[in-house]
């Protein structure tokens, strides 16, 4: 199960991007390691870029991942969502939706640039 993970700190936020095989597992491991990075970094706010290949995961996998992903979600300002690769394009909406009706600030963007551009909006 191939994954890579680039963490950069930016000036106001944090930009993860992942690499590697679309599996609930890695999914899952990069929003903590994303995390992580900005508990470290005392940033609120982060940019999920995932660029993971390979058939989308099911409902209910993308459902587990989000609620085990919630509790560190919440203590986050903004998270801005990229999927940059996929082949079911409801399959990013539907997290999105997930985290949304439980409280998470997370959108999704088509591109780096517009996620940024969010992230640095003045409250």
Known sequence: MSYQSTIEQQRTYVHAKVVGERT???ALRFLRESYTACMEYEKDTVLLE???SGPS????S???VVLSWVP???KLRKIAYVEA???DAT???FLETVAVNRGVNVHLFRDVGSAANWLS???
């Open 85 to 87: 690769s996929l082949d």
């Open 72 to 74: 560190d979600a919440l």
């Open 24 to 26: 609930a597992e890695n």
């Open 57 to 60: 995961l099911t409902t209910t």
């Open 62 to 64: 993308v459902f587990e």
């Open 50 to 52: 995932m660029c993971l």
């Open 121 to 123: 909006e003045v409250p």
């Open 91 to 93: 399959m990013p909406a």
